[in-house]
């Protein structure tokens, strides 16, 4: 098994007043030669957007884009015409396909909201751009890893236009989980979102990374009060 582990505080960073931000990959004014992308998985932000705040209208192509509030809520417009909230516990997926423009806003007038936004690239060009949003909410079984995302329309959680897999897990307690890889060639990476847990001889703490390949399954050991996002995805691109 291989693994590199990204510690919160290596990613870059850039506080612009409204919006404080967090890069685990190249992105915006960051650069890393060695943290261009893991596989098919090229962006993962952690943004703080102050209240009533937010990304205005602006374009994507050819990216799979995924939003998950992990507490707040974000105001999404297209000009598909989709207008919608999405709130913690939601799953938000837009694929941009042949050039889709969306704005992105904090409706609250007092409280942050705070976002994972990450990009998967797809595993085809010029689709017919399409949004989709759920609630995972009943979809969360605790103190278990529980699929949020896959490359199935008819399987548990959204779909994307790449053979990619998301889960996240909430531990009330300490437990041992097992992952193991639909595709023993793709790679996983594993996102502490809060809390602790250890692979392996690494210790991740929250907001800390790891990126592992060339293994068929994964084993977590996590403490109480630890939260998960674990992103299965294509190494080849």
Do not use: C
Not at 88 to 100: I, K, N, P
């Amino acid at each position: 098994m291989k693994t590199i582990i990204h510690k919160a505080s290596s990613r870059g960073h850039a506080n612009h007043g409204w919006l404080d931000t967090h890069h685990t990959f190249s992105f915006a004014n960051y650069y890393n030669p060695e943290r261009i992308h893991f596989g098919a998985l090229r962006v993962l932000n952690d943004d703080v957007v102050d209240p009533g705040k937010g990304f205005g209208m602006h374009p994507h192509d050819n990216m799979e884009i995924i939003t998950i509030p992990l507490e707040g809520d974000l105001e999404h417009k297209d000009n598909m015409g989709n207008q919608a909230v999405i709130k913690e516990g939601d799953v938000q997926v837009m694929s941009a396909g042949t050039g889709v423009f969306h704005s992105e806003f904090n409706p609250n007038s007092d409280k942050a909201v705070n976002l994972l936004q990450i990009w998967v690239f797809p595993d085809r060009k010029n689709i017919e751009p399409r949004y989709d949003q759920i609630s995972i909410r009943d979809l969360k079984t605790e103190n278990a890893l529980f699929q949020v995302l896959s490359p199935d329309k008819d399987d548990q959680g959204v779909w994307i236009y790449q053979k990619a897999w998301f889960s996240m897990g909430h531990f009330t307690t300490a437990k041992s989980v097992e992952y193991e890889l639909k595709n023993q060639t793709d790679g996983v990476y594993v996102f502490v979102l809060e809390g602790q847990a250890f692979i392996g001889e690494s210790r991740l703490e929250k907001r800390d990374g790891i990126a592992i390949s060339e293994t068929d399954k994964i084993k977590i050991n996590t403490e109480k009060g630890t939260s998960l996002l674990v992103m299965e995805v294509p190494m080849q691109i």
